[in-house]
């Protein structure tokens, strides 16, 4: 039976809010240089006032690997939570128009407004996170269509949202859901401190998923190793498909037997917000299209390249055309 979208996400609905900014500033400003921070709505609204030169767009990791699978021609969907305010009504909208349906009506609860993320990119391309988390954090089983989750090919949830039991729930519900009604489902590792508090129920989901999507950092922190090649022998095992990017290094990709090690050629990034997301929109998109470990993993790789060489997280190019170039 034919699904209606390849793909469907669940994350955190975050607006971007991007602005350059020299490391003299992110020290003024006391921000951590290169790292994800989460932040409460009082800094969250000094830092936004701070910014110049604004450009503001949807994100939230899984939303925007499902803006890059969208461009590359899949029949996208994204399930989140966004208040209806200003804000929250400009992410439904883009998304819309961007071709993934938002499933999710706006929420008008006046405690929570939509989250937002501050960040800062300095010379070297490196990015600098502030992100208010807001009404998304509190996505839970409630918010999960069974119906969405049930038509569609491949389920990519965000690891981001385990922090909060809600959250956990949405997750085994949705994966289940889509795995009894013949789909595949799979997680984001998000992010190494994500993984430290949580690595159990990590391990406990990824061993019930078809596909696990990390960098060396997760995979080396979910195992609680400093041997990448250990880590991902584990991986393998307990979580089927398994994928790791290694930050300008080769990408191994593994299921059962079959393994593929990807080159990558090293640029210097403009902006390397949303390599791992467009990394993970490449490589999806080979799953969902049938091809072999290899090429999904070029095409991961190709799709990562295009988005760090200008700011912002989603593809500015044809990627689909990148592919072919490449002989994919």
Request: glycine content about 10%; charged content about 25%.
């Amino acid at each position: 039976m034919t699904k209606q979208y390849k793909t469907v996400g669940i994350g955190n609905a975050i607006v971007d809010v991007i602005s350059h900014a020299n490391d003299s500033f992110l020290d003024i400003m006391g921000i951590e240089k290169g790292i994800m921070q989460l932040v409460e709505r009082e800094r969250a609204e000094v830092l936004y006032a701070a910014m110049e030169d604004r450009v503001q767009t949807p994100g939230g990791s899984v939303a925007n690997t499902l803006a890059g699978l969208g461009a590359l021609g899949l029949k996208t969907a994204f399930i989140g939570r966004v208040h209806n305010d200003a804000l929250g009504r400009f992410y439904a909208d883009e998304l819309t128009k961007g071709g993934t349906d938002f499933v999710n009506d706006p929420v008008a609860d006046q405690n929570m407004p939509t989250s937002r993320s501050m960040i800062f990119v300095s010379e070297d391309g490196e990015r600098s996170m502030n992100t208010y988390l807001g009404i998304s954090a509190d996505l839970g089983p409630d918010d999960v269509s069974e119906e969405v989750v049930a038509d569609t090919e491949l389920l990519f949830l965000e690891g981001y949202l385990f922090d909060k039991p809600k959250g956990k729930e949405a997750f085994e519900l949705a994966a289940k859901t889509c795995q009894q009604a013949g789909g595949k489902a799979g997680i984001a590792l998000s992010d190494p401190f994500c993984v430290t508090r949580h690595r159990e129920d990590f391990r406990r989901l990824s061993r019930e998923l078809d596909f696990v999507l990390g960098n060396e950092q997760e995979w080396l922190e979910l195992y609680q190793t400093d041997d990448l090649e250990s880590a991902l022998r584990h991986a393998v095992q307990e979580c089927g498909l398994v994928a790791c990017t290694r930050s300008g290094s080769e990408v191994v990709v593994l299921h059962k037997e079959d393994q593929a090690v990807i080159p990558v050629n090293r640029v210097v990034p403009v902006d390397a917000t949303g390599a791992g997301d467009q990394f993970a929109a490449g490589f999806l998109y080979g799953i969902a299209t049938g091809q072999s470990l290899d090429v999904a993993g070029k095409m991961g790789c190709i799709a990562a390249a295009e988005v760090i060489s200008h700011v912002g997280p989603r593809p500015q190019e044809d990627v689909k055309a990148l592919f072919s170039a490449a002989g994919l």
